[in-house]
């Protein structure tokens, strides 16, 4: 029970690891704002038990995310945790051929989303002087190879955010770091899932990561809720890698045997 009395935003909880991680964080305890664009889906996301709350929000639209915040201040009168977890996906297209409104638009949740939640949540822990914030990124954003260009560029952004937000809200006794998953099966990965099953190559997905596996959605929450406790009460400005040991090795073909 590390967030008994605690009151938790987790963005993008209707599906994969948002979802993982508000149903981790209300067994654990806390009160938890489910918050996501798919109001259908977020209705069936909700926990069986315990005090939570659904809101509809875009959250690359800030006024959106600014009345989000409104209203959890409103029922819960505090903001103990931030999990910045709604992202998209972006066809993977050359550099010379992108289109300035995929920019556009996968920048504006990926990145400029998770600028807007730290900015009206960190105003409020400013305020408590305390609270941690959990960004999810992705090993895209250390490495290309998975990812397209803006997909990559948008978690490196948010990797980067991480620490010049942890950098600036420290002094007030406010964390912030992020997650990097590798490969899970979720809904943004479920076409990868389905053609790889469908041409009977399930075996070939995550095995080129150490562990030879993809992920759970459970496993990447079990990491953002250590982040998110006290039991990370010294770690800031970190980008913890979740990907099977992906990001360990160069992983160069012929390498191995
Ligand atoms: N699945 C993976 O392999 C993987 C790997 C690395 C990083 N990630 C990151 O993990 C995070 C969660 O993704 P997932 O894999 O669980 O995918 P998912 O598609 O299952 O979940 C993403 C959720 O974000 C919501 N969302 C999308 N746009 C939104 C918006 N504008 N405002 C509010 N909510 C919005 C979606 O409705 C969905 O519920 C994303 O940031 C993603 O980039 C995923």
Redesign the pocket.
Known sequence: MRFKNKTAIV?????????ATAMRLAEEGASVVL????AE??TDAMPDSGDHLTIV?????EQAVESCVAQVMEKYGRIDILCN?????CTHMPITEIDSNDWQRVL???LF?VGHFIKHVGRVMMAQESGSIVN?????GIRSG??GNI?SAS?AGVINLTQTTACDLGEYGIRVNAV???????????PIFDYARDKGKESKLGSRCELRR??R?EE?AAAICFLASNDASYITGQALPVDGGNTASLNLPGMKV
Do not use: H
């Open positions: 963005s993008g909880a209707s599906s994969g690891i948002g979802r918050v996501d664009i798919n889906a977020l929000c875009d959250v690359s639209d977890n709604a992202g998209i996906v504006g949740v990926n989303g999810t990124a992705s090993v895209a998975a990812g997909y978690k990097c998953p590798g490969l899970v099966e979720t809904g943004m990965t479920k993809y992920g959605p990447v």
